[in-house]
């Protein structure tokens, strides 16, 4: 026994030699002759600092962060731990969470039978709130100390005292654990031999999860703590625990800590006896054997994308062929800051989100990991989606200008949603995320239509798009041609143009023998019919389906074309004072042309007239000038000269009486035709 | 170096004398208690350490290998198929090692494998029941590391292939905002992401298929999935989204009915609208390319793009750039069609008036002025994610991108061209009409008389003959024209004639004959049944004019003195209103050497004496024409300077040369001078004929050149001035 002890002894002595050249003991303000440096804990990202700086009288807790250019900050008190209550009270082994957010500790307060208890402060809204101690579970009546929380939150390691008698001259511990389950921490398990073998204390799981760093005193007691390392199998399973022979020497090593990358380990290294004890803290770069596996930390912030404004969201990470949450994150509601890890060898499916917002996915590998990777990845949420929607006629894909109701589909009440409009027929609808929405298109004429949107699911996309097509309402409509002198039905075609689209929808419909036809037009709309059936005087109409009172019928008296049928040419019109055409008059006369084309037995007097207004003499040369005007044009357009006489009567024939009233005047300024031959076929 | 051989040397002697670093370690009983006890985690982490330190201990491997057995089955296959799989190979390593250590197993160490049950109720029993057991026990995890392996790859390819639609999805929706681009885009990239995407969602259905077979061969238990469908409704919203393929009942997005959907719609409504496009487009390139034929047509139908067809291409191409083209393509076609009117033709110049022939121009114009702004608009908006869309289409019909652009480029020189070419035909027309009517000879009796518009120089003209300083065509083609004839004893006496056809002269009537002056019929104007004339004799003393009717057979109708004793310029006849205006201006016949600067505007109703009246204004300037719009008189004038409203001295921007002029307009109402506006140019203009287009467009036309007297065979080969003004007299740019 004697010779393997001695043996140990000069194994460890000599690997100490050559291995603790590369310990770097960290400067000051760190490390100092004022004061001893006790239980140091590096946070994950190696960026802050946290320890306890005892001297003579006072034990303070302390907190440094690391400059840019690599060097510590001066320390600053945590008075929030420091001087939270009146009674004096000891604390012991701090440490950050995962994310730097709170800080466990274990304090003990200067009483009779007072014992270690474990405690945290949570950092809220930027600010450190009050210390509270942690659950029941896991504090009991004797001494718990020590504590860490794994970085996925879901084990809590933590120190026990008990008594054993191979290490009398020790204050011993074992290490425990306690499983987060259904949000409720567990009863701890020890962990097992030999994990657990002698004085066992200061857990450190690593980012990966699976391995272990501790200080034990095993073996022999008189070559104090050293830095163990082990690795879990599964579930409290573990391999056989190693020294980390490269630190151990004959000082005592404690209080390991090892940030992200896994190749550096800081560690509390303390040395003397007595007065002449001094502790510091050191760093150490690991050997790769004793490195844990190496691990993708994921960081950023998440905001708001409307405003910029950080967000508290949660991070769900996912394994993608189970759909199990694997752990979950939340970011700090003051910055909107998040991190965590992904172990290697696997994949998963990254889901960050917020109720009211919307959801941002991502998906990672890490089969192939093979160094320690930083990922920086900020994310940005919104509250609201824009819906374009697209109205058309399903008919003739015309675009609509419809009005847009948003109702909630819970409540079926009607929500104070700005709709607008971006062009005909095109409209954005700005939706706040969370609800199930109905929205509907009305217009006037056509069916109402609707759909439902539900965005209380996942949505990843800040803008989306819909057509909704209205159904115009049809009208039956009816027609009815009949001849004015006998009442007999008159078979004709009827020609149909929809004035909206300027489109002959109906070129040659026939009516039937009875001179009647029924036809489906559309609702709301104008349509111009018009009839030039042989041996009958045209005809032509608006009729006007936007008024909901308008007939849903015509009945057409057709004159017979007979001598001495007149018939007036009421959108015949010129220029004041003047026997230029108006170009309002060219639709009639295109009427005129085809009444000639159609007949070309008839002969035609065509007759411009005028008011009484102005002398005889000129009512008589400028109604001849009009008539003169209107033939001209009938030339021009290919009539038979032989069909059309024009004779200009001035004032001399008013058609209303009594000629002097204003209305009667403009009655009787006038273009007529009357037919004075039909020549006989 | 010294120092490292010691301690290499140290080594060596520890590793051969010394024992082993764990120090105190639980003996094998212990462990075996604590494996009776129930609790794994502590047993095979004893075990674990012990097989460190005895590695030729059968009954640990046997012990690691019940333990791991356990493990294997009980870790859930879906949700830890690492670990499971980790410990079948485990169990499997341990029974193997076992087996191989049991021949070295002493019989005391036979109580170590009573917990495992090999021979129930009996204490003792032989190695050989112990490697019956092992085999068993192996047979045993193989057999359920096959099922479970079946089950969960497939599993795992179903859900892997599922993921990878949703990925793919994911795809397409980033890269196309719109479901609609997506019925237009015709590549090999999204074509081979749909194909992808088809692929791998029938992947998915037919590896859940096998992974349910597999699942109905060896149950494991709650696990018995199906699946259903789910439309996939608003895009990019729907089908974006993962699922667990743990629960009971799965939800798939319907992938494969989307894709369908897709294609369905590219190759019915897409495939018809791209018809629709290649035929219109075909037609509309047909019919301009006949009409490059240069025939001209009396009447020419316009083309009109249906609106029903621009909407439903514009449902699926929100401001499309082809309906851009289209609309401009229609616009030029109309243009075109327009522009072959016969109105246009330059050899049917005798066939329409001048008057038709400004407001065919002032339409040319405006259709050109459209079509120029959809060319812009078109221009514009030529971008290649644009034109991606029927890139097939524009391949071949414009070659692309660049294509389009030397198009819409190439249209400027087409237009500028027609513009040209019309305002070619006016200037013929407006020579035509103002200048000479006809380029042939009249005869009368023996006599030749060319009809053209002339100033008289009454010293240059030859004895005998009849020389025109003025004429006028009626509506029924009637010519009217008049000047005066130089006798053979070189005496000037004035005469009027008319003429219906292109050779002969119908009448000719010789008017007054002066020894001491010379009389000439400077101005006439002709209506339908007439024509009248101001008989101007000029002595050295003094200038008489006479205001003279005739009928279209000649017959004298009215004489009338007029009260002015300066030469007449200019004349209208109002036939409806039957009035007259007359202007008169200077002494001198010869405008350009005229120093006076009045202008005496003479407003003669014949039907009611009290409405005649005379108003001046003062200028030198050369009166082309006269308007009547909306009961006010326009009298257009070329002038070099005037006295403005304000009494203001104002000249023209081409300095104050009596040739040189620009275009004066004077509004007169109510029997005064209203406004009056100068358009002023640095070049000088020849102001030729005003010409109405409607109440409230009026048409100048002229050339830009100096003013002349005499030879206007010269303005031919000027360019053509043309403006238009609105009845308040503003310019409107065309």
């Not at chain 1, 994308?305 to 199990?324: G, Y």
């Not at chain 1, 033939?631 to 000629?659: C, H, R, T, W």
């Not at chain 2, 104002?650 to 005064?672: A, H, M, P, W, Y």
Request: proline share 3%; glycine share 4%.
């Amino acid at each position: 026994m004697i010779r393997l002890i001695l043996l140990k002894l000069l194994l460890v002595f000599s690997i100490g030699i050559i291995y603790s050249q590369n310990q770097i003991k960290l400067p000051s303000p760190i490390n100092s002759t004022n004061f001893k440096t006790i239980s140091p804990y590096v946070s994950y990202d190696g960026n802050k600092l946290i320890y306890i700086q005892k001297t003579k009288n006072s034990d303070i807790l302390v907190e440094s962060t690391r400059n840019v250019d690599g060097t510590w900050s001066n320390p600053i008190s945590v008075d929030v731990v420091n001087v939270f209550d009146s009674i004096k009270y000891f604390i012991q082994s701090p440490v950050y969470s995962q994310d730097g957010n709170e800080i466990f500790f274990s304090l003990k307060y200067d009483k009779k039978d007072a014992n270690f208890d474990i405690y945290s402060v949570k950092r809220l809204n930027g600010k450190w709130a009050d210390p509270e101690k942690i659950s029941k579970i896991i504090n009991s009546s004797k001494n718990e100390t020590d504590p860490f929380l794994s970085p996925d939150g879901k084990f809590f390691y933590f120190a026990r005292n008990y008594e054993n008698n191979d290490f009398k001259k020790f204050d011993c511990y074992k290490i425990f654990v306690s499983e987060k389950k259904e949000g409720e921490w567990q009863k701890p398990v020890s962990l097992p031999f030999p994990v657990n073998s002698g004085c066992d204390r200061t857990p450190r799981i690593a980012a990966d999860n699976k391995t272990l760093f501790f200080t034990s005193v095993r073996d022999d007691a008189n070559l104090g703590y050293d830095i163990y390392f082990a690795k879990k199998i599964t579930k409290n399973s573990w391999i056989s625990p190693i020294p980390i022979d490269t630190i151990s020497n004959m000082a005592d090593e404690s209080f390991p800590s090892i940030p992200l990358s896994g190749e550096k380990i800081y560690f509390q290294k303390g040395s003397g006896k007595g007065k002449k004890r001094t502790e510091s803290m050191f760093e150490f770069n690991i050997p790769t054997q004793y490195q844990p596996e190496k691990t993708v930390h994921f960081y950023g912030i998440i905001s708001d994308l409307n405003d910029n404004s950080p967000l508290s969201a949660t991070i769900d990470i996912v394994d993608p062929n189970t759909s199990i949450v694997l752990f979950s994150v939340v970011t700090d509601e003051i910055s909107g800051e998040y991190s965590f890890f992904l172990q290697k060898g696997k994949q998963y499916r990254i889901d960050v989100f917020r109720e009211g917002f919307s959801h941002y996915f991502f998906n990672y590998r890490t089969k192939r990991l093979k160094k320690f990777t930083e990922v920086k990845k900020d994310i940005q949420l919104y509250p609201e989606v824009n819906l374009v929607l697209n109205v058309y006629d399903n008919e003739i894909y015309e675009p609509l200008s419809a009005e847009i109701l948003v109702f909630d589909f819970e409540t079926k009440k009607r929500k104070n949603i700005k709709v607008k409009k971006t062009n005909k027929g095109s409209f954005n609808i700005i939706l706040p995320l969370g609800k199930k929405y109905i929205i509907e298109a009305e217009k006037s004429h056509y069916e109402d239509n609707k759909f439902e949107l539900d965005l209380r699911g996942v949505v990843q996309f800040s803008e989306f798009e819909r057509d909704l097509e209205l159904q115009i309402k049809k009208i039956d409509y009816e027609i009815s041609l009949s001849d004015s002198e006998t009442g007999e039905g008159v078979e004709a075609t009827v020609e149909i143009t929809n004035l909206s689209t300027n489109e002959k929808i109906f070129k040659t419909v026939k009516t039937d023998k009875n001179g009647k036809i029924k036809i489906k037009l559309r609702d709301g709309t104008r349509y111009e019919i018009s009839v030039t059936p042989k041996g009958y005087a045209f005809y032509n109409t608006t009729v006007d389906l936007v008024d909901e009172n308008a007939e849903h019928s015509i009945d057409v008296k057709l004159d017979a074309l007979k001598k001495a049928t007149k018939i007036a040419l009421n959108d015949i019109n010129f220029e004041f004072n003047s026997a230029d055409l108006n170009k309002s008059s060219f639709d009639e006369l295109k009427m005129l042309i085809k009444l000639l084309q159609t007949n070309p037995q008839i002969k035609i007097e065509l007759s411009a007239h005028t008011d009484d207004v102005g002398s005889a003499a000129y009512n008589l040369k400028l109604s001849e000038k009009r008539a003169m005007s209107v033939k001209e044009y009938l030339f021009n357009n290919d009539i038979n000269p032989e069909q059309v006489v024009s004779m200009g009567y001035g004032e001399s024939k008013p058609a209303f009486y009594p000629v002097e009233t204003e209305e009667n005047r403009a009655k009787n300024r006038r273009v007529e035709l009357e037919i004075i031959e039909v020549i006989e076929e | 170096m010294k120092q490292l051989k010691v301690i290499i040397s140290l080594f060596f002697v520890i590793f051969i004398f010394g024992e082993s670093l764990a120090g105190k370690f639980p003996d094998y009983d212990d462990i075996y208690d604590v494996i009776l006890t129930g609790d794994k985690d502590k047993a095979y982490t004893l075990l674990l350490a012990y097989q460190k330190r005895k590695p030729d201990f059968a009954n640990t491997y046997f012990q690691l290998a019940l333990i791991a057995e356990d493990w294997a089955k009980d870790f859930n296959p879906f949700t830890e198929y690492y670990y499971a799989k980790q410990f079948i190979y485990n169990t499997k390593l341990y029974y193997s090692l076992a087996k191989l250590k049991l021949a070295d197993e002493k019989k005391k160490n036979r109580k170590y494998y009573i917990n495992a049950g090999i021979a129930k109720g009996e204490r003792k029993f032989k190695l050989e029941d112990i490697l019956v057991f092992i085999d068993t026990q192996t047979e045993s995890i193989k057999v359920y590391e096959k099922n479970i392996n079946l089950i969960i790859n497939n599993y795992n390819k179903s859900s892997d292939a599922y993921n990878k639609c949703v990925d793919i999805f994911m795809n397409i929706n980033t890269e196309y905002s719109k479901i609609k681009n997506i019925y237009l885009a015709d590549n090999e990239d999204i074509n081979n992401k749909l194909k992808q995407l088809e692929q791998s969602f029938d992947s998915t259905l037919v590896y859940f298929d096998l992974f349910k077979s597999a699942l109905k061969k060896y149950p494991l238990e709650g696990y018995d999935q199906e699946y259903k469908l789910k439309q996939i409704v608003t895009y990019r919203l729907d089908g974006l989204t993962n699922t667990n393929f743990l629960n009971k009942q799965i939800i798939l997005w319907d992938y494969k009915t989307w894709i369908e959907d897709l294609k369905k719609t590219k190759n019915e409504r897409i495939k018809n609208n791209v018809s629709d496009i290649v035929r219109i487009e075909n037609q509309i390139q047909n019919e301009i390319k006949q009409l490059e034929t240069e025939r001209y047509f009396e009447k020419n139908k316009e083309f009109k793009l249906q609106d029903k067809f621009v909407y439903k291409i514009e449902k699926f191409d929100n401001n499309s750039l082809l309906i851009k083209l289209f609309k401009f393509n229609e616009a030029k076609l109309n243009y075109f069609k327009f522009f072959r009117n016969s109105i246009n033709n330059p050899i049917t110049l005798n066939k329409f008036s001048l008057e038709k022939n400004a407001t065919y121009l002032h339409n040319l114009l405006e259709k050109q002025q459209k079509a120029d702004s959809l060319n812009n608009i078109f221009n514009n908006s030529i971008k290649a994610s644009e034109v991606r869309k029927y890139n097939k289409f524009y391949m071949s019909k414009y070659k692309g991108v660049q294509g389009l652009k030397d198009y819409s480029i190439r249209q400027d020189i087409f237009f500028k061209q027609k513009k040209k070419d019309a305002k070619e035909t006016i200037k013929k027309r407006l020579f035509n009409t103002v200048f000479q009517p006809y380029s042939n000879v009249l005869t009368y009796k023996t006599e030749q008389i060319i009809v053209k518009k002339n100033f008289p120089d009454l010293s240059l003209s030859g004895n005998d003959t009849y020389n025109v300083c003025d004429f006028k065509k009626t509506k029924t083609n009637k010519l009217w024209f008049s000047g005066y004839y130089k006798t053979k004893s070189n005496k000037i006496q004035s005469f009027i004639a008319n003429s219906d056809g292109l050779y002969e002269v119908n009448i000719l009537k010789l008017g007054n004959i002066s020894e001491k002056s010379n009389c000439v019929n400077l101005l006439i104007d002709a209506y339908s049944e007439g024509a009248y004339t101001i008989e101007t004799e000029i002595s050295e003393e003094e200038i008489k004019n006479v205001l003279i009717e005739y009928d279209n057979k000649g017959k004298l109708i009215m004489k009338k003195e007029l009260p002015f004793s300066k030469i007449p310029r200019f004349m209208a006849y109002d036939d409806i209103n039957n009035s007259m205006i007359i202007i008169f201006y200077g002494t001198n016949i010869n405008a350009l050497a005229e120093a006076d600067n009045e202008q005496l505007i003479y407003y003669l109703d014949f039907e009611n004496n009290t409405n005649t009246y005379t108003i001046s204004f003062t200028a030198k300037a050369y009166v082309f024409d006269i308007i009547k719009l909306n009961n006010n008189i326009l009298v257009f004038s070329n002038f070099v300077n005037y006295k403005d409203t304000n009494n203001k001295n104002q000249l023209s921007d081409t300095g104050n040369f009596s040739n040189k002029t620009n275009v004066l307009i004077t509004l007169i109402s109510n029997r005064e001078i209203k406004k009056q506006v100068a358009i002023k140019n640095k070049k000088s203009i020849f102001g030729t004929k005003a010409i109405k287009i409607n109440s409230n467009l009026i048409n100048i036309l002229g050339y830009k050149a100096d003013y002349i007297n005499r030879k206007f065979e010269r303005l031919k080969k000027e360019k053509l001035y043309n403006i238009y003004i609105d009845s308040n007299l503003g310019q409107i740019k065309k």
